[in-house]
């Protein structure tokens, strides 16, 4: 297959995410709290990707004056992340409105019909994360235009389940019905082409654009990252099965350990009538967000939390958007034109 004919196959296989999207390449940033911010955000839009706000734990005046922000640097489509357990969900869904954002992505837990329904009213395209068949049928009934699965080696927040096997699980049935992006541990080209072929019309990648020249992150939660192997991204330890916790995956260093203490007290408090289920998780959603901030603004690398995917092996050096986004789509041209062509049928 040559490189022509090999860019039209990539067109064709992801032209359901382009037009989704309304990008050049159908690549979404991830949402990186502290991370995807204007700054990167505009820069992978500007590039041809498509930007993703983290609104993480914002309040509705600070998430406007990001979005606004956003929109002052680039004229291209992005959209906002929103965490549905965010007690002001409804009010952050309308600054999105207000603000005609093309596209509302709700993470962090399954959305309830409800919220969907809000967020489409605002005018904008609805995307969900999918961490299991039975749910991603559930999400597509109650609305959501679109989905993202997203397996274990993700860095964040994540679920029990590989990329490779949601995949299998998801997109046979799924990807006729509405646009499925597929992320966790992508690094390379090649292995977008793997999805797209089996139905995905796109990927998501958070880790790759963590060392992008126009991310605010610290120098010192860059070189963590550039120094680090995939092994180094781990899952945090839940420390009570009769208290779940959404694992978290981050290089393993202080900060790590010192979340399993801050495990163990809170759920003593949970325990002692002090807090609240929902509480006791907003209480553990904060210690994230500080602990984040640390790495990430301040470059505090050893008590703070790097969250990473095990894709960060891949993360060798500081490179803007534009060429990350680039040598993405490379690679993926190379693995195209790489297929023998198909054999011509006798004729009888």
């Not at 309830?112 to 999918?130: L, Q, S, Y």
């Not at 210690?287 to 891949?314: C, H, K, N, P, Y």
Request: proline residues 5%; aromatic residues 4%.
């Amino acid at each position: 297959m040559t490189i022509t004919s090999a860019r039209e196959r990539l067109d064709g296989l992801w032209r359901r995410g382009l037009e989704f999207l309304g990008t050049d390449v159908a690549i979404m940033g991830g949402a990186m709290s502290w991370i995807s911010e204007r700054h990167l955000v505009s820069a992978i839009s500007n590039a041809g990707g498509f930007g993703v706000i983290a609104a993480g734990s914002m309040e509705p005046d600070r998430l406007a004056a990001e979005i606004t922000a956003t929109q002052e640097l680039t004229a291209k489509p992005f959209g906002v992340n929103l965490i549905t357990m965010h007690p002001q969900l409804d009010r952050l869904i309308d600054v999105c409105g207000e603000l005609q954002v093309g596209h509302i992505v709700l993470a962090g837990g399954l959305p309830p019909a409800t919220a969907i329904k809000r967020a489409k009213d605002t005018g904008a395209k609805v995307i969900c994360f999918a961490p299991a068949l039975v749910a991603a049928k559930k999400l597509v009934r109650s609305g959501a235009d679109a989905l993202v699965i997203e397996g274990t080696e993700a860095g964040g927040h994540i679920g029990p389940v590989a990329t490779g096997v949601l995949a299998q699980e998801i997109l046979p049935e799924m990807a006729a019905q509405v646009p499925v992006f597929v992320a966790g541990g992508l690094g390379r080209g090649e292995a977008i082409v793997s999805y797209l072929e089996m139905g995905a019309v796109g990927a998501q990648l958070g880790t790759r654009f963590v060392c992008a020249t126009e991310c605010v992150a610290h120098q010192n939660f860059k070189k963590a990252f550039i120094r680090a192997a995939a092994r180094d991204a781990v899952p945090t330890v839940q420390v009570d099965p009769a208290f779940p916790v959404i694992p978290v995956r981050a290089l393993a260093n202080e900060g790590s350990r010192r979340f399993v203490e801050f495990q163990h007290e809170v759920i003593r408090r949970f325990r002692a009538g002090e807090l609240e289920n929902k509480e006791a998780q907003l209480e553990i959603e904060h210690f994230w967000a500080g602990a984040l901030r640390r790495a990430v603004i301040d470059g505090d690398v050893e008590t703070g939390s790097v969250m990473a995917g095990q894709s960060v092996g891949m993360v060798t050096r500081e490179q803007p958007c534009a060429e990350i986004l680039s040598e993405l789509v490379d690679q993926a041209l190379t693995a195209l034109a790489g297929r023998l062509p198909t054999p011509a049928l006798p004729v009888s």
